[in-house]
């Protein structure tokens, strides 16, 4: 049939190809809901005259769990290139650096198709994540489809898509086909086209299902379609159909040929005629997923199971076939035992490459088929996989159970180095006391049996009481773990330890804590080890940010997310991510800080309720709060979940914070906002953390006392003191925009409308609203004190504001896009572009922004 209303698409497509053949990569995403199109338009842009660069295709397969890097052995093989999987041993990275070196090894530029991301295994994920950020000078056009009517297909969209340079990244959203074409269609089928568009909807694919069964009725599901056509079949072909539908996405002819048991060829051509299945050489396919999921679906189940383990059988007996497609037809046959041997193996496979999901469904398929016989180290294995993905919970149970097998087993150190594992699941499960005792019980059991097993168990008794803020404990195990782990010669553990002791010296000893943490930071860099190394510049950027000294904090987060984003570290990322927002809401940079904390909140639904989006909630909500805009209610909720008796005060403390500022922003909830101030002061074992607690206590409530803040900072020590010009002082030389104003709004009325100015400038009214009020309530006249600041100093008079939208204006966003962005509806966007427009002299949104850059200030 002929294609219609993709004219646009190829257009970009081959635009998109000239780059890349110009050796500027190009990632192109074409995306829509199952059956607009998707595959039939990058068919029909590669059978184009143009294309004279080599061409790869690989796709993801509605396996029950995913294949590992499926997609990337499909490009290899049609490269003719080996899969040096061995690369493996030195990580996953040497592995993707073989794929691009070749992939961009063709003088005409490579085109790299990979289908239905939607289903794509984490390893592949990462891979395209990989590929996507290292494209944009090689001659590599990759192009991806993905079903995004689906809740999966949009988050692995949004995930790939996240880090690629937003330069590179062409998307291409497809739409259903218009009355005008389903029309023209139907005439070209030689039918009538009455009824047709309102039955599909537009849907390519199910319009050319009813066009080729003209002798159904209309409204009718695809699968009716479907299987109206293939119940028209003779015998022997409709056969064939059911033996093509059990192989995920294709089905190699040989194996179709041993499943039918006799001469094939001409019922292959009749489907093949009939447009029903698809052939490249070596691989019978539907034309379409939805097609082969209908007649699947349509199978007997006796007859599904008998196809599946007589394909498994053969599978079985053929080099190269991985663990995950011999369990995905095992489980489609019920043979348990299989299950039981294949599972573990897939599991293995997924952990090694770095498929996180996969390898925890795979190990917890393997648990669930076993016969009650599991092994500690499958249970352990097992465990470690689902505290990855953030399922703590199942981690402990998992984990408890391989300890009865220790203790049964009488293998004092495993069971030691186990109580050791099972601390950091507890503690990740948000249940802090028994993670003190799993891991007090570990020293206990390992200390007639000095080894890396006792180093590390000594390493994790400290870092839990850095964590709880027990400063003054963390020295002596962290030292210990240290002597111990150097006679072991295991700078891992001393790594570790370091960043404990490091953090633990935050207030009492700043130079000697720095010097600790660089050094920790150093050695995970010297033995290549992300984890520590993403621990190392979490802590230190932290450590500054406790210390107020946000400028320094922001270079550190700066400087670790391109290492953590190379690393493939998501969780880390994210966490780092949301704390450089929450410095540049100090700094005053809302626009940045808005669309860094969007992003890294946009990726909570990947981890579930970990600490990994965090800093993103607190980030996004201050800026939500300060702006008047509507509340994140899934981040405030998500938030409310540390507010538990087991939380750390390092959780509970930044939400007290947060629902403080908002109940005396909005002058409702105080009671509530005092209560949990007070349960976060007093969940602290030392007051420097939680000097700002105190301070908002006073602001509530301005009877209260403020006690002696030890070694805290210096601005919080000023406004404890009643100095509000000297604390604005010391937040002005810390770059703190923000707490400078909040500083001056507890002072004298001048000091109250220079707060009143900043916090309009930076486009915070219900801040300045509340001054207003606090100013009348007193007796004040909350007039203002003239231009802004920042309006004198801008020299078209802009103010912050106002520049903020200008930037976007360059960026060429539109007023709905600089509405969403800045936290601001479309008419107060057109307000200020109105203005700027004036005070520029200019009458067009173009013309702002070439004058604003050739007068220098954007």
Known sequence: MELLERDEPLDRLRAALASAQARQGRVVAITGEAGLGKTTLVRAFLSGPEIRSRILRGGCEDLGIAEPLGALRDLAREAGWTLPEARLASGRLSLFSDALAEFASVKDGTVLVVEDIQWADEATLDFLRYLSRRIVDQPILLIVTARTDETRGRSQLRRLLADAPSDIVIRLPLSPLSKTAVAALARAAGQHGEGLFQATGGNAFYVTELLRNPGTKPPLSVQDAVLARADRLAPDERRLLDVVSIFPRRAEKALVLELVDDDTSAAIESCLDAGILEFDGENLSFRHEVARQAVATALRPDIRRVLNGRLLGFLEQRAGAGPARLLHHARATEDVAAVRRLAPEAAAEAAALGARLEAAQYYTLAIDS???????????????????????????????????????????????????????????????????????????????????????????????????????????????????????????????????????????????????????????????????????????????????????????????????????????????SGLRARLKLHSGEWLEAGEIAREAWSRHEDFGFVLHPFNAALALLALQIRIGAKLEVDALDYLSGFDSPEAEAQRLAPYALLIAEMAWITAEGRDEAVDLLLRAAARSPIVEPVANVHLWLRRLDPGVSVPDLGNAPEPYHLEAAGDWIGAAGAWAERGAVYDRAMALAQGDGLSRIEAISIFEGLGAKPVADRVRAEMRDLGMTPRRAGPRASTMQNPAGLTRRQMDVLKCIDAGKSNAEIAEMLFISSKTVDHHVSAILAKLDVSSRGEAAAKARADGFI
């Open 370 to 576: 076993a016969d009650g016989t599991t092994g500690s180290d499958l249970l352990e294995e097992a465990a470690w996989a689902t505290y990855l993905v953030g399922d703590n919970r199942r981690a402990v149970s998992l984990q408890t159970k391989a300890q009865k097998l220790h203790k049964a087993g009488a293998d004092l150190v495993r069971e030691g180095d186990g109580m050791r594992r099972l601390a950091r699941f507890r503690w990740g499960a948000n249940d802090i006391s028994g993670a003190f005792e799993a891991a007090t019980a570990a020293v206990r059991m390992l200390t007639k049996h000095p080894g890396p097993e006792l180093a590390l168990a000594l390493s994790t008794v400290s870092q839990l009481q850095m964590l709880a803020w027990q400063y003054d404990k963390v020295e002596p195990p962290a030292k210990a773990a240290i002597t111990l782990a150097e006679q072991c010669m295991r700078p891992d553990i001393v790594c570790h330890a370091l960043n404990n002791l490091g953090m633990s010296r935050s207030f009492s000893d700043i130079a000697l804590a720095r010097a600790d943490l660089s050094r920790s930071l150093e050695i995970a860099l010297e033995i290549e080890n992300p984890d520590h190394a993403a621990r190392a510049y979490g802590n230190r950027a932290h450590m500054e940010y406790y210390l107020c000294e946000y400028a320094a904090a922001l270079d550190i987060a700066t400087k670790a997310a391109p290492y953590l984003r190379e690393q493939e570290l998501d969780g880390f990322f994210v966490y780092n």
